[in-house]
């Protein structure tokens, strides 16, 4: 009799943590209105997949140019622009109907696309070229090239849309350009293999990671000369800059280690381990977050910025690369270079049966090779009669 009571008592109490433990992920509850897309560059596809996440399913594959690899959103208007290194064009989509609306050439083999905080102009590094083509984005039309150093990787922005500075891969130089009258006004010499490119939100400071001599290069702006090159792992090969920009943190590709770069002082408080080849990171929008792809370990490390330590680490697809936040910062999507899909973690409180801050949600099918990803939200308007 007690046997059956204790069941009795029991199987509710059970069935309650089960449904806890096993509980499906409520998705938020979004207006009628709002979109919300990540877009994923398929280098060996030729296509761009659209990720809707307020389903978290594949919503179109969009055919754009030869090699696609550099995205960029534009903050001001629904549009999301392609780079097409084997095409060399740019295809700008029309994120309200993920539909290419537009195709522009540029030079030889532009692997990325930075785009001014006005929305207004489009900066792209032509690597085979050694040049930088801007584009007028409200014309749609290229307007100008621009001289550069050998084989430009990048060509970023400042946001203040007065400097673009440019990592030239082949000779190890840096160009500033000035935005307004489409010119270099300064080199920087001494940063070889220069790759990523970080800009302090105040426009003051740029940071370039020099992949030849594991250093970052600190940029004032402002006088166009170096102030500093900084000690940093073997082969950095990507930077993250928290939004307050008060740190940025460097993925040392072959150092299996993160470097961590205070910007007003130039100074580097502290390398970590953090994987096994970290290939780019992401910073969460409220400082306290950084997580990197570590490319060769299949994992995704979840670094604690105010504790000043790694926290976790889960299992993702082969090779992760671009990394995202979702708008509401509540989703991480990680894109796998290997096993051609988008890893989907969402983000929870921690609880005791619960105890890790991380879960998966989705595995979603994308094209082969994909590389980069960008996520654009927006609220459609209405339109008139």
Not at 63 to 75: D, F, H, I, Q, Y
Not at 196 to 209: N, Q, R, T, W, Y
């Amino acid at each position: 009799m007690r046997k059956v009571l204790l069941f009795v008592v029991l199987c509710p109490i059970l069935a309650a943590l089960g449904w806890l433990y096993f509980r499906p992920r409520e998705l938020p509850n979004y207006g009628p209105s709002y979109r919300e897309y990540a877009y994923v560059t398929n280098g060996k596809s030729n296509t761009v997949t659209v990720i809707d996440l307020r389903t978290f399913q594949s919503a179109k594959t969009i055919k754009v140019g030869s090699e696609p690899t550099g995205l960029a959103a534009n903050s001001k208007r629904n549009e999301v622009y392609v780079a097409n290194t084997g095409s060399s064009n740019i295809s700008i989509i029309d994120a309200e109907q993920n539909a290419v609306v537009a195709t522009i050439g540029v030079h030889a083999r532009p692997y990325f696309i930075d785009v001014s905080s006005d929305g207004q102009r489009a900066y792209v590094a032509n690597s085979g070229s050694s040049n930088v083509s801007v584009i007028d984005l409200d014309r749609r039309i290229l307007i100008g090239n621009v001289r550069v150093g050998a084989s430009p990787g990048l060509a970023r922005v400042s946001p203040d849309g007065g400097t673009v500075v440019v990592s030239n891969r082949g000779d190890g130089t840096i160009s500033l350009i000035d935005a307004r009258q489409l010119k270099v006004r300064g080199t920087i010499p001494d940063c070889p293999q220069a790759e990523d490119i970080a800009i302090l939100p105040d426009s003051s400071k740029a940071f370039v990671a020099c992949g030849g001599s594991a250093q970052v290069a600190s940029i004032d702006l402002t006088r166009g000369m170096l102030l500093a090159l900084l000690d940093v792992g073997q082969t950095p090969a990507s930077l993250a800059l928290k939004p307050d920009g008060g740190e940025l943190m460097v993925c040392n590709f072959d150092s299996n280690s993160i470097s961590i770069i205070e910007t007003a002082t130039n100074e580097v408080s502290g390398s970590y381990l953090i994987g096994t080849h970290p290939a780019r990171a992401v910073v969460a929008a409220d400082n306290t977050r950084l997580y990197v792809s570590n490319f060769a370990s299949n994992t995704v490390a979840v670094y604690d910025i105010d504790l000043g330590k790694l926290i976790g680490s889960f299992g993702v697809g082969r090779h992760p690369d671009g990394l995202a936040l979702s708008q509401n910062q509540n989703y991480l999507l990680i894109v796998d270079s290997e096993s051609g899909d988008v890893t989907v973690m969402q983000r929870r409180t921690a609880t005791k049966l619960e105890p890790t801050e991380y879960s998966l949600l989705t595995l979603i099918p994308v094209g082969v090779q994909p590389n980069n990803i960008v996520v654009k939200a927006f609220v459609l308007k209405k339109k008139t009669q």
